[in-house]
């Protein structure tokens, strides 16, 4: 009898199964009833939320915004008495949130030709920051904020730049080849001679780069047809 029991409750939701009387063997079949029926009750609204959601989706789908595309993006003050502020360092707590124990803010910094090839830049703001001709080969850009800066001549083969913003920098004769760009934006950016042979673009991200109109030129390292390279045919 307690072996055909146990095989019950793992069929049905069961509080409990109290063999000592049958009263005791009653109430636990009433709580496991009230149980069921607040788990379909419970179980039904967050299917008809979820189905909301997905109608919303369907109706009114929309490309996701790298983080520095959000309007109104308010950024606090420049710290300028932290001596150490401009320096290039990998974060040791992973790229995917962008995670660091405090804000990473390189604006304004002279940071022209740099190694921080294999670092972890995740979450580095940069505003009128100089980069130009540094060394970002196999970096991690995850949520950066890149805008009004100067990249040109900038390497950034076989980097991941996830959901970043380059609206409005310079990033003439960059090398993005075999990069990662997802959910990035060169919004306003200069993006003459730059190379993005074998690179991976989203869909509308590369749609928004074709549209570009600094979209031209040759890379003067790769000699690559910056057009051609993003994989702009017309």
């Known amino acids: 009898m307690k072996t055909?029991?146990?095989?019950?409750?793992?069929?049905?939701?069961?509080?409990g199964f109290v063999a000592k009387s049958s009263s005791a063997t009653s109430t636990t079949t009433l709580?496991?009833?009230k149980t069921g029926k607040e788990n379909v009750?419970?179980?039904?609204?967050?299917?008809?939320?979820?189905?909301?959601?997905?109608?919303?989706?369907?109706?009114?789908p929309g490309p996701s915004l790298a983080d520095g595309q959000t309007k109104d993006f308010k950024l606090p003050p420049i710290d300028y008495s932290d001596k150490t502020r401009c320096v290039l360092s990998s974060s040791s707590m992973g790229q995917a949130n962008a995670a660091r124990d405090k804000l990473y803010d390189l604006r304004e910094c002279k940071l022209s030709g740099s190694d921080a090839?294999?670092?972890?830049?995740?979450?580095?703001?940069?505003?009128?920051?100089?980069?130009?001709?540094?060394?970002?080969?196999?970096?991690?850009?995850?949520?950066?904020?890149?805008?009004?800066?100067?990249?040109?001549?900038?390497?950034?083969?076989?980097?991941?730049?996830?959901r970043a913003s380059f609206k409005g920098s310079t990033l003439k004769g960059a090398i993005f080849k075999n990069?990662?760009?997802?959910g990035t934006s060169f919004d306003e950016a200069d993006v003459e001679n730059v190379d993005f042979s074998d690179a991976y673009i989203g869909s509308f991200d590369i749609r928004n780069l074709c549209k570009n109109p600094t979209l031209k030129g040759e890379n003067p390292?790769?000699?690559?047809?910056?057009?051609?390279?993003?994989?702009?045919?017309n």
């Open 4 to 15: 055909a029991a146990f095989f019950l409750c793992l069929l049905a939701p069961c509080a």
């Open 31 to 33: 709580a496991a009833r």
């Open 41 to 60: 009750v419970e179980g039904f609204g967050r299917f008809a939320a979820a189905a909301a959601l997905s109608l919303v989706i369907l109706v009114n």
């Open 117 to 162: 090839s294999g670092y972890d830049l995740s979450g580095v703001i940069m505003t009128k920051t100089d980069v130009s001709n540094a060394k970002f080969v196999e970096s991690q850009f995850s949520k950066a904020y890149l805008h009004d800066s100067n990249f040109m001549g900038a390497d950034f083969t076989n980097a991941i730049v996830d």
């Open 179 to 182: 990069a990662v760009l997802t």
């Open 221 to 233: 390292t790769t000699g690559q047809d910056t057009r051609l390279s993003a994989g702009c045919t």
